[in-house]
């Protein structure tokens, strides 16, 4: 956005035109002619949607992330308990404190 606004300086008479009345006025009916500036309004705004839906896909992306490591930490919690559960109860049942299958 900053390239098509800034730099490219579609909008604004070159330097060179300033010294020539006559060309500075065809720049201006060249840029009122193709309606540049109105293309350059719609070419803004389809960069502000490009930009907002890449901003929410990455969200997205984000949530899916934290979504699987949430899951990730879940089941490594499961794991722990059903490890200490079984230790727990091995202990009770096994005479040397040995777990036998």
């Not at 020539?20 to 309606?35: I, P, S």
């Not at 559960?85 to 404190?97: K, R, V």
Request: glycine content about 4%.
């Amino acid at each position: 956005r900053y390239e098509l606004n800034a730099e490219a300086r579609l909008l604004d008479s070159p330097d060179l035109l300033w010294e020539n009345a006559m060309a500075e006025k065809l720049h201006d009916k060249v840029v009122a002619h193709f309606d540049v500036r109105r293309r350059t309004e719609i070419l803004n705004q389809r960069l502000s949607y490009s930009l907002d839906y890449l901003h929410t896909l990455g969200e997205h992306v984000r949530h899916l992330y934290s979504v699987r490591l949430e899951r990730m930490i879940i089941i490594l919690i499961t794991l722990e308990l059903g490890v200490g559960l079984i230790s727990l109860f091995g202990e009770q049942f096994s005479p040397h404190g040995a777990l036998f299958l």
